[in-house]
Nanobody
């Protein structure tokens, strides 16, 4: 069994910073990719940022230059540093980890943490 636990969400004013943290625990040999997704009301879940085990990163255009993703492989942890937050960043943020199981990458998800940006 694998668990992903997110923390760090909350209410922040427009232009402010916030940092989210995620830790994966349980039966893990290794984690391939870790990522943060978000889902706003009546919208589909979207990829925000992703980081490979080697440290390569990807960012959605909407957050490029404002968000940074970090990873600690020894702790199976990934943080999302968010700066210059905008009201449109308001969403539930989910941590994702891809873990190999019999040669297949399996997605694991956290329960999500709410981020609300006030204007």
């Amino acid at each position: 069994q694998v668990q992903l636990v997110e923390s760090g969400g909350g209410l922040v004013q427009s232009g402010g910073p916030l940092r989210l943290s995620c830790v994966a625990s349980g039966m893990i040999c290794r984690v391939v990719d870790m990522a943060w997704f978000r889902q706003a009301p009546v919208k589909q879940r979207e990829l925000v940022a992703q980081i490979t085990s080697g440290g390569s990163t990807y960012y959605a255009d909407s957050v490029e230059g404002r968000f940074s993703i970090y990873r600690d492989n020894s702790k199976n942890a990934a943080d999302l540093e968010m700066n210059n937050l905008k009201p449109e960043d308001t969403a539930v943020y989910y941590c994702n980890a891809q873990i190999p199981r019999s040669g297949v990458r399996v997605d694991y998800w956290g329960r999500g943490t709410q981020v609300t940006v006030s204007s």
